[in-house]
Nanobody
Framework: QVQLVESGGGLVQHGGSLRLSCAAS????????MGWFRQAPGKEREFVAA????????YYAESVKDRFTISRDNAKMTVFLQMNSLKSEDTAVYYC???????WGMGPDEYDYWGQGTQVTVSS
């Protein structure tokens, strides 16, 4: 089992940037595909970005494409989400998640492990 801890959230102005980190502990980090999801008040959890085990493939929601970048450092067992040009609609709790499955993607039910979340608030 892997434990995931997010950090880096906070309050930022419209147009600003934040970098989220998700540190893993436990089993081999490189065996997990990793994803970032977010959940705003009153809304369902939604996919933000995902990265393959090696880091060679990345996927993004249309709403964040060209603004957010997901990356990972397997040696440091950490996945990152660089968020630029932030908008008020990016305000949410951000969660990282890990998947051991052969088939994984944009659905929350395709991920096995979750962090506790970190709040991102973008002021207009």
């Amino acid at each position: 089992q892997v434990q995931l801890v997010e950090s880096g959230g906070g309050l930022v102005q419209h147009g600003g940037s934040l970098r989220l980190s998700c540190a893993a502990s436990g089993r081999t980090f490189s065996s997990y595909a990793m994803g970032w999801f977010r959940q705003a008040p009153g809304k369902e959890r939604e996919f933000v970005a995902a990265i393959s085990r090696s880091g060679s493939s990345t996927y993004y929601a249309e709403s964040v494409k060209d603004r957010f970048t997901i990356s990972r450092d397997n040696a440091k067992m950490t996945v990152f989400l660089q968020m630029n040009s932030l908008k008020s609609e990016d305000t949410a709790v951000y969660y990282c998640a890990g998947s051991q499955r052969i088939s994984w993607g944009m659905g929350p039910d395709e991920y096995d492990y979750w962090g506790q979340g970190t709040q991102v608030t973008v002021s207009s």
